[in-house]
């Protein structure tokens, strides 16, 4: 059992009550049943929340959606369950779905694990994407510095030079001088 799947095993069986519903659930090799429980009436979060990931890391095309609508919660532990399982499903909507999450501003406290994604996912849309956040993050009195510096550090692991100017601008910045300057270092 992988990490992600470890951790997120202890944090649904503590929701399930020790449902027997959630043995059969993480056993299961029947990704039908899996897929059934998505879209069954009534389900508690945490059983679409298992399928979803298993599906995911299956490699199934069904877990998509369930799994973006996980990567927008306001739960930070359902966020990066969703992000590996995404990650591992490798689906081309991905990027886009990460980019549409991480650059929505009504919703930047919670863009944390998305920008950590398009980063991981290293696709066509994760520079652009992490360029307008951090822009954003900029602004005097930002309230996510956490967000500012995920930015920052994708934006050095990806190389990309268009990140330039941002970054020179985010060296000024008391809080991301020192992790803007390393990512300056490791532009292509």
């Not at 090799?29 to 399928?51: F, N, S």
């Amino acid at each position: 059992m992988d990490e992600e799947l470890r951790s997120l095993v202890t944090r649904l069986r503590g929701e399930s009550d020790g449902s027997a519903d959630f043995d059969r659930l993480l056993l299961t090799a029947d990704l039908e049943e899996l897929a059934a429980v998505l879209i069954e009436r009534e389900r508690p979060l945490w059983a679409r929340e298992l399928a979803a990931f298993r599906l995911g890391c299956a490699g199934d095309p069904r877990a998509f959606e369930p799994l973006v609508l996980l990567l927008n919660h306001r739960d930070a532990e359902r966020c990066v369950s969703a992000a590996h399982a995404l990650a591992e499903l490798a689906d081309a909507r991905t990027a886009r779905a990460a980019a549409a999450l991480a650059t929505n501003e009504l919703r930047a406290a919670y863009a944390l694990v998305p920008v950590r994604l398009l980063t991981r996912l290293r696709a066509p849309e994760s520079v652009p994407a992490l360029i307008t956040v951090l822009r954003r993050r900029l602004a005097p009195a930002d309230p996510y510095a956490r967000l500012a510096l995920a930015c920052v550090e994708g934006l050095g692991a990806l190389g990309d030079a268009r990140a330039e100017a941002v970054l020179e601008s985010a060296r000024t910045h008391h809080r991301l001088a020192a992790a803007a300057e390393a990512a300056l270092a490791r532009l292509g």
